[in-house]
């Protein structure tokens, strides 16, 4: 995540009035074709990392997409400005942002291991033995999950395949949430807090709260922490195959070096 555009405090103010999407890249072959449409550099492929403000349809660009961004703003300022501009010229859709509430989710809980990782966030992970339940628990959450204190504060999986909680040890419950710290290069786990699946949204919310002070967030410093990685022979398959030539090329100068 870009910190000096993203982690702004005015420019998460101003981001309140817009519905922000995380979207994993080469995670899914839909949302690859959605970022491709969003933006597509010089190269012709989609590249890693993808950044655009749209309309409230989805189907216009309302300034510069690229890689990040730094594309389409001089700083963070300038973002916080702009956006608040944009929500002004879209009052009926900012009017109506809370219309289709659902939890963030990611893809499975992997994924959000992996997501979180790189963002620096805890997980928040739901789970039940059978989708009904598992609605039932997402549905209760949502009051807490949106509040102006805790939106934003953590990536989301939700399963109803308790086999998807392997990576997080020592789940004994068949339901309930989950607060998980990632381990440093997303392929792991360790639980922060346990709730049980019958949410009383204030407690709840409490809780929540109080994991998120306790979780300390420490950005490693970006190259070691690859290569690192690399030698350890720690290694991510995505979903669909990456076509980032920049990235590629990168992670195969680590790997000669390793």
Not at 85 to 107: C, E, F, N, T, Y
Not at 172 to 197: D, H, N, Q, W
Request: charged share 25%; with cysteine.
């Amino acid at each position: 995540m870009d910190g000096s555009f993203l982690s702004n405090e005015g420019v998460v103010a101003a981001s309140r009035n817009f519905v922000c999407i995380r979207l994993a890249t080469y995670e899914d072959q839909q949302e690859a074709e959605f970022m491709s449409g969003v933006f597509t550099s010089r190269s012709g492929v989609l590249e890693n990392t993808t950044f655009g403000i749209l309309s409230p349809d989805g189907k216009r660009n309302l300034v510069a997409a690229g890689r990040g961004p730094m594309h389409a703003f001089r700083d963070a300022s300038d973002m916080a400005r702009r956006m608040d501009v944009i929500s002004l010229q879209h009052a009926g859709a900012r009017d109506s942002r809370w219309s289709d509430q659902r939890l963030p989710v990611m893809k499975s809980v992997d994924v959000a291991l992996n997501v979180a990782a790189c963002d620096n966030l805890p997980v928040l992970v739901t789970f039940a033995s059978n989708e009904h339940r598992l609605a039932e628990i997402n549905n209760q959450l949502l009051k807490a999950a949106w509040s102006e204190e805790l939106a934003g504060q953590f990536v989301y999986a939700t399963t109803a395949n308790l086999a998807e909680l392997k990576p997080i040890p020592g789940v004994k419950a068949t339901e309930g949430i989950l607060v998980v710290e990632p381990g440093a290069y997303g392929l792991s786990g360790e639980i922060l807090r346990e709730l049980t699946g019958n949410i009383e949204s204030d407690q709840t919310a409490t809780e929540l709260a109080q994991a998120v002070k306790t979780f300390t967030r420490v950005a490693p410093e970006y190259t070691s922490h690859i290569q690192l990685g690399i030698q350890l022979g720690f290694d991510w398959e995505s979903a669909i195959p990456e076509t980032d030539e920049q990235s590629i090329r990168a992670k195969e100068r680590a790997r000669a070096g390793r």
